[in-house]
C-alpha cells in the first residue's frame, strides 16, 4: 500500500473520529438544554443509526469535507436538532402538603414527540392505586424546540387512608415500544392532623393533696410522623420531647402517648399537653386538677356533701361511649344505690363504688352512655338512694357533650347562558356554630355573605347557601369550593369542577329541538331510497 494511500485512510479515519466525538458533545449540549426531557437524540432521516444514538461516519465524512476545520457540520447540527428526543414522563403535585379532604392537582407531561411525524393516536390513564381514575382532557403543547408534549391533569380528593395510596400516569402511543409510566405515592402531599386527649389513672379529676397522678396525652392518628411535644402546667412550660417515638397503624397513620406524673395541691391547676406537627399552628388539650378537702369534726353526724354530676370535658361525636360520673361523700351508711336513665329507659352495666372513708361512706358511680345522631333532644337522669328512700335525682342533656359533624354537598343548575348557580347544602349539624367559605380554584371568594342556619325538628341544624358563577369566563376548569368550619374542628370540604367546554356543549344542545337533530342524523346516514321514503313520511305527518 503506497504512502498517499495511507495517509488518505488516516485522514478519512481522523475526520470520522472527530465528527463522532463532536456529535455527541452535540448530544450532551442539546440533552443539558432540555434537561432531560429527551434522551439520545435520532440522526438524520434515511441513515443508519449508531447503537449509541451516533449517525453514520458515511455522513460525517460527507459533511466534514464540505465544512471548513473547526466548524459544526450542518448535516449533524440538522438531523439532531429536527428530530425529537427520546420521550420521558414526569408527573408532578401539589407543592405544599394538603390534608383530608382537600381536592389537589397532579400534572403529567410527557414527551418530546416530534410535531411532523406525530399522530393523535394517544391515550392518556391514570390510576389511584388499581383503580382508573378520571383526569381532565389531554392536551398537546409545543415545546421550545418545536416538537410537542403531551399534558394532562387529575384532580384528587385526599382522604385519611390515602398515606399508603399512589397515584399513576401511563401514556401509550404507537411511536412508543412501550407505555410511559410514573407513579407517585400520596403520602408526598398529604399531612393528617392529630387529634389530642389527656386521660388520668382516676375515673374523676379530684383527688386528695399531695396525690400524684399520671396524665397520659394521647396524640392520635397524624401524618408526617415528625413532632413536637410540651407539657405545660398553668401555662409554664415543664417538658418538651422533639420526635418522641411514634406507633405506626394499620392505616399507615402514626399515634403516640406519653405520661407525666403530677402532683396534686388544695389549688386549682391546668395541665396542657400541646403538639406542633409538621411545622402548623400547634394544638392543645388541657384538663384541670384540684385536690378535694374532706373535713369530718368530731361529735357531728355525718351529711353528704354536695353532689356532682360530670361529663367529659369536649364534644363527642355519634358513635362515640362517653363517662358520665356522679361523686358525693359523707353518707353515714353504705345503703346507697345509683340508678341511670336516658330518655327513661335504664341504661346497663353501671359502675358504682361505695367506700368508707373515716365514719363515712363516699359514693362514686360511672355510666357509659353510646351518643347517636338523635341525642341532641335526649337526657339522662342520674336517681340516688339513701336507707331506700330517694335522696337525690338530676337530670343531663346530652347536647352538651354531642357535636354532630354537618354533611356538605354543592350541586349546581343553570339560570341563563352565563351564570350558573352552585348550592352548598350543610345537614344535620350540631351545635349551632358554622362558618361557610366560597373558594375558586384554591382562593377565598369575598364579599359573600355568612348565611342563617335552620332548626330541624331533631334539634340539629340546616344550611343553604346559594353562589352565582360566570360560566362564560374563558379558560381551564374551575374548581369551586365550599369550606365549612364546624365547632373548631378541622373543615369539610364539597367541591365542583366547573368547565368552559361542558358549559358551551350544554348551551349548543338546549339550543335545538329534540326532534330535528335526530332525523338529521339519521337522514345523513341513510342511503338516497331511504331519504326518499322519509321525506315522505315527514310530509305526511305535518300535513296531517
Same mark, same amino acid.
Given at each position: ?242 420526635? &418522641? ?7 399507615? $397513620?402514626? =399515634?403516640?402517648?406519653? %405520661?407525666? #406524673?403530677?402532683? @396534686? /395541691? ?51 361525636? &355519634? ?7 356522679? $361523686?358525693? =361523700?359523707?353518707?353515714? %351508711?353504705? #345503703?346507697?344505690? @345509683? /340508678? ?205
Amino acid at each position: 500500500m503506497g504512502h498517499n494511500t495511507v495517509q488518505k485512510v488516516l485522514s478519512s479515519t481522523v475526520s470520522q473520529i472527530k465528527c463522532l466525538i463532536h456529535s455527541y458533545s452535540c448530544h450532551l449540549q442539546l440533552w443539558d438544554r432540555r434537561r432531560w426531557k429527551g434522551g439520545f437524540l435520532r440522526s438524520q432521516a434515511g441513515s443508519k443509526a449508531d447503537p449509541l444514538g451516533l449517525p453514520d461516519p458515511k455522513i460525517c465524512e460527507a459533511a466534514s469535507l464540505q465544512q471548513p476545520e473547526g466548524q459544526v457540520p450542518h448535516a449533524v447540527v440538522s438531523s439532531r436538532v429536527d428530530g425529537a428526543g427520546q420521550p420521558v414522563i414526569s408527573l408532578t403535585g401539589p407543592s405544599q402538603r394538603a390534608t383530608p379532604g382537600d381536592l389537589v392537582p397532579f400534572n403529567c407531561t410527557a414527551g418530546p414527540f416530534d410535531s411532523q411525524h406525530f399522530s393523535w393516536d394517544f391515550n392518556v390513564t391514570w390510576l389511584k392505586d388499581s383503580d382508573e381514575h378520571p383526569a381532565s382532557a389531554q392536551r398537546l403543547v409545543p415545546d421550545s424546540e418545536g416538537n410537542d408534549l403531551i399534558t394532562s391533569k387529575a384532580w384528587v380528593t385526599l382522604a385519611r387512608q390515602d398515606v399508603s395510596s399512589e397515584i399513576t400516569c401511563k401514556v401509550t402511543h404507537r411511536a412508543l415500544a412501550e407505555p410511559l409510566q410514573k407513579t407517585m405515592k400520596l403520602s408526598q402531599v398529604l399531612r393528617v392532623v392529630p387529634t389530642l386527649e389527656i386521660t388520668t389513672e382516676h375515673s374523676g379529676t379530684s383527688v386528695r393533696a399531695q396525690d400524684r397522678v399520671n396524665l397520659t396525652c394521647h396524640v392520635r392518628h397524624f401524618y408526617p410522623h415528625h413532632l413536637q411535644l410540651t407539657w405545660m402546667q398553668n401555662r409554664r412550660m415543664i417538658q418538651t420531647l422533639v420526635s &418522641p417515638q411514634a406507633t405506626r397503624n394499620p392505616d399507615g $397513620t402514626y =399515634s403516640l402517648e406519653h %405520661t407525666w #406524673q403530677a402532683e @396534686v /395541691t388544695p389549688d386549682e391547676h391546668e395541665f396542657a399537653c400541646w403538639v406542633v406537627h409538621d411545622e402548623q399552628p400547634p394544638l392543645k388539650t388541657n384538663i384541670t386538677l384540684q385536690a378535694q378537702e374532706h373535713r369530718q369534726g368530731k361529735g357531728r353526724s355525718a351529711q353528704p356533701q354536695p353532689h356532682k354530676l360530670q361529663g367529659p370535658l369536649q364534644r363527642s361525636e &355519634p358513635g362515640t361511649r362517653i363517662r358520665l360520673t356522679y $361523686t358525693s =361523700s359523707g353518707f353515714s %351508711t353504705n #345503703q346507697v344505690t @345509683v /340508678t341511670w336513665l336516658k330518655n327513661k329507659h335504664e341504661l346497663p352495666k353501671p359502675q358504682t363504688s361505695v367506700r368508707r372513708s373515716g365514719h363515712t361512706y363516699n359514693v362514686t358511680s360511672s355510666v357509659l352512655v353510646l351518643l347517636t345522631d338523635d341525642d341532641v333532644l335526649s337526657h339522662v337522669v342520674c336517681y340516688v338512694e339513701h336507707k331506700l328512700m330517694p335522696f337525690f335525682q338530676k337530670t343531663i342533656g346530652l347536647d352538651q357533650y354531642l357535636r354532630v359533624p354537618p354533611a356538605v354537598t354543592v350541586s349546581q343548575s343553570s339560570t341563563s347562558s352565563s351564570l350558573v348557580a352552585v348550592t352548598c347544602l350543610v345537614q344535620r349539624f350540631y351545635p349551632q356554630n358554622v362558618h361557610l367559605t366560597w373558594l375558586e380554584d384554591c382562593r377565598t371568594r369575598k364579599g359573600t355573605d355568612q348565611p342563617t342556619s335552620k332548626k330541624n325538628d331533631d334539634g340539629s341544624y340546616t344550611l343553604e347557601n346559594v353562589l352565582l358563577v360566570n360560566a362564560s369566563v374563558q379558560g381551564l376548569e374551575r374548581v369551586i369550593t365550599c369550606m365549612v368550619e364546624h365547632d373548631g374542628q378541622l373543615p369539610k370540604r364539597a367541591n365542583l369542577i366547573l368547565s368552559t367546554a361542558a358549559h358551551t356543549t350544554y348551551k349548543l344542545i338546549g339550543s335545538t329541538g329534540t326532534e330535528m337533530p335526530a332525523l338529521i342524523f339519521a337522514v345523513f346516514l341513510l342511503g338516497p331510497k331511504v331519504l326518499l321514503v322519509m321525506s315522505f313520511t315527514v310530509t305526511y305527518i305535518c300535513r296531517r
